[in-house]
């Protein structure tokens, strides 16, 4: 898999597509970052009350960024 696959390439594209890797935040990480407020956000706190940390809510919406860039492959 590469780069552009993992990542869903730029979240905000403008200009030239030749230089993808200096176009800031990427998909995944742009994706991240919304499921990071959804996570944050619920009146329930984290799923996983035995971990209920920062790290546990960086990883958790990076794997939800992940399935949603999965799914966009289907």
């Known amino acids: 898999?590469?780069?552009?696959n993992k990542t869903g390439g730029p979240a905000f594209p403008i200009g030239d597509t030749a230089r993808l890797d200096?176009?800031?935040?990427t998909l995944r990480d742009y994706f991240a970052g919304l499921a990071m407020q959804g996570l944050i956000a619920s009146p329930r706190g984290p799923?996983?009350?035995s971990d209920p940390t920062d790290s546990w809510v960086a990883q958790t919406a990076?794997?939800?960024a992940?399935?949603?860039l999965k799914e966009r492959d289907k």
């Open 66 to 68: 992940d399935a949603m």
């Open 62 to 64: 990076y794997l939800v």
């Open 47 to 49: 799923a996983d009350k």
């Open 1 to 4: 898999m590469n780069d552009f």
């Open 22 to 25: 200096e176009c800031g935040m």
